[in-house]
């Protein structure tokens, strides 16, 4: 099984990237760096490093990245500094997801490819009734307004709700919703939920990125996972968060 990882030299994504490694997969991952990668882990035999930014590359190389791919994982996020929030690229998650999909369409794959989005759960599912209080609903409408990346990451996954949706040929997908991420070193008992237990404005939660790494890893490796939660936003909490 081969998995493209795009965002893996970042907080999340190296994490997920390890995971998989460590399930013995063949994994690319596209970074603007080497050195961006630990040094312990830049060489792996099962590891195929693509020197580049991926919104630089052309359709037709994006097209080959994908090519023979089983899954693509997406831990792409904006840096939090200022040039992070509003410089470009503006819109990187959701033209990533785009542009990543419709390279997978391209290629006609005999089997659907598996697309994992690490999202937010300041972005709803609009696919399923999700209460949501007014106050929450106000600031949310701040953040869009406001700040690149939340839109960003909504158009990210409104892109899978309903542009691909839940019937396409070429591609299943699921958005990870985890809340506030913090660094733990080792897995810890998480909970996943269809919905937000917990307003992520005004009574957050925690989730452990290696937590979200070990979820979007199963997610791909795992049939019955997978199948419970493919069209899905789930989202991940930390057990002790609750």
Known sequence: ????????SGATGRLLMRQLLNRGLSVKVVVRSPDSLHEDIRNHPKLSVIHASVLDLS????????NGCNAVASCLGHNISFKGLFGHPRMLVSDATR?????IKANSPERPVRFVLMNTTGNSNRDIPERVSFAQKLVIWLLRALLPPHMDNEQAADFLRTKIGQNDKDIEWVAVRPDSLIDEGDVSEYELCASPTRSPIFNAGVTSRI?????MA????????WNKWKGQMPVIYNKASG
């Open 59 to 66: 359709d037709s190389d994006m097209t080959q990245l994908v």
């Open 218 to 225: 199963v997610l791909i490796t795992d049939v019955d996972t």
């Open 1 to 8: 099984m081969t998995v493209l990882v795009v965002g893996a």
């Open 99 to 103: 542009r990543l999909c419709n390279a």
């Open 211 to 215: 937590n979200v790494g070990h979820f």
